[in-house]
Structure formats: C-alpha cells, structure tokens
C-alpha cells in the first residue's frame, strides 16, 4: 500500500507497527512526522522519537518521487484532483498537498512546486462499526444517519467498514459516493461505487440511474452537500454521511448546517483505534 514512499522511508516504517500510523506529513527541508496513534512524533533511523535531531529531514526530490510514483510520471492525468489539493493512489490512500497554487482568471488550475504532502494511511479494522450498525440499523429500518469527528478519529475506517457489513447483510442497491477515493472496497457485491466526483453531479446521476435505497457518502463540507443530501431524504433515500466536527454543537454552528435531514448523530471519541463512540443523539438532539 505504501511502495509509493521512498525506500528510505519505507525501511524505516518496518521498524514500526504501520497499523497504527494514521498520517505521515513530509515537508521540504523539514523533519518528518508520523500520526502514531493519535500522537504526532519525528521519524528517525529507529522508528518514532520526540527528539527533533533525531530526525528523517525529507528532501525535495523525495515529495517528487512520491508525486511521480502515484501518478504513473502522469501528474497531468490527476489534475483534476491535485488541483483540489490531494491525489489518491489506487489503494485508496489519500495524499493531501501544498505548493504554488495556479490560477487563471479567478480559477485554481493546478498546483505546482509541492512542498509537503500529507499521506493518510486508511486502516481496515473489520467489525469497528458493529456497535454503529445496531445504531443505523433497528428491525432492518435504517435511520439517516451523521458521523461526527475530528480528523484521524478513525470517520472513514468505521465508514468503510459499516459499507462491508451491510454489503453483507442486504441485497438491496447500494450507492457509495467517494469523491475522493477512499472508501472503493472491490470484495463488495451490491455496492455501486461514484469516485472522484464532486457530490452535485453524484447525487444527481446516481440516484436517478441507479436507484439506491441507501448512499454512504464521505465529508459533507459545502453547503451544496447538504442541499444534496436533503433533496436526497426528501425523496425517500436513506443517507449515511461522515462531517468534520468535535461535537453536536460545532456541527449545528456551522453556517451550512440544515436541521432535520439526519435522525441520528453519531459522535466518535478518540481511544487510539476507530469504533469508539463517544454520544449518540437523535433528530432532536436529545442523547441516546
């Protein structure tokens, strides 16, 4: 899953237990910093350290090689989502990016000269999200449903591993919208997959032609992903959605906020491992 890293980089990583690596941020000229289970340490020769002299420092041509070894030497071919700041191999690892950004007229049209990148390690922890399918889920009713938490509290792993269960439960259609790539499981059998796509023309497309009783759909960020997700419930599909947040009050301050789409609020806490979940709260916003 990580071949795409330096070698020097990845001898070190066998030194550690990479299952509980959440991120790696490597940045030009500066030392390099793992995410070890919820914890941000310096990468050294012998595996994590909080001793800043210890440390890997990456080099420009390191943030090149990984450009170039996710991109095939094709960067041209993943503009579309570089220039929204991120790639995705095709084991679904996202790589955020900063670099100069450039525009013509007032549009964003690529990033060039990458200076750090930040590589989200996706985990498959199989069974996490058992205690929140018996939350979605009451006598096959499937409640409209938000997962709430910060990132790197283990959203997308409990997300991915809930889409493998009902997959495993149900034979109804299915519609994942992954726009960025994350959550593509081949072993699933009636899930129908969006990637890459912005969630307006997802949502669009994929209910009128693929007729899904359920989406499961990553970070809701814009107020057009809540415009789609409402019209979605509006019509009778169940919604299953993941939003940045620390808690039910930061989620309903935010300005795209539209109350009565979800009739569950799910609220992660962060134990070190995805699954924990710290309050569950119904349309009302009363606690479960």
Known sequence: MLSFLPDVINNILNNIDVSKVYEIRIRENRPIVVNFEGKYVYLSN????FLEGQAIVAKAEDINQ???NVTEQSVYAFND??????????EGVRIGVAGECV???GNIVTIKN?????VRIPHVQSGCANSLFDIVVDDDKVYNTLLIAPPTYG?????????????NRFIFPMLVIDERGELFDCTTKNVDYIKYSDKLYAFKCGLRSLAPQVVFTDELVEEVDWKCVESAVDSGTKIIATCHGANLKDIKSKHFFIDGVFSRYVVLDNKGKPGVIKGVFDKGFNYL
């Open 66 to 68: 990984i450009i170039n």
């Open 114 to 118: 990458i200076s750090s990148i930040n």
């Open 103 to 105: 525009f013509d007229g």
């Open 46 to 49: 012998l595996g994590g350290t």
């Open 81 to 90: 989502r570089l220039k929204n700041g991120y790639i995705t191999t095709k």
């Open 155 to 167: 959203k997308t792993t409990m997300l991915k591993d809930l889409i493998s269960i009902f997959d």
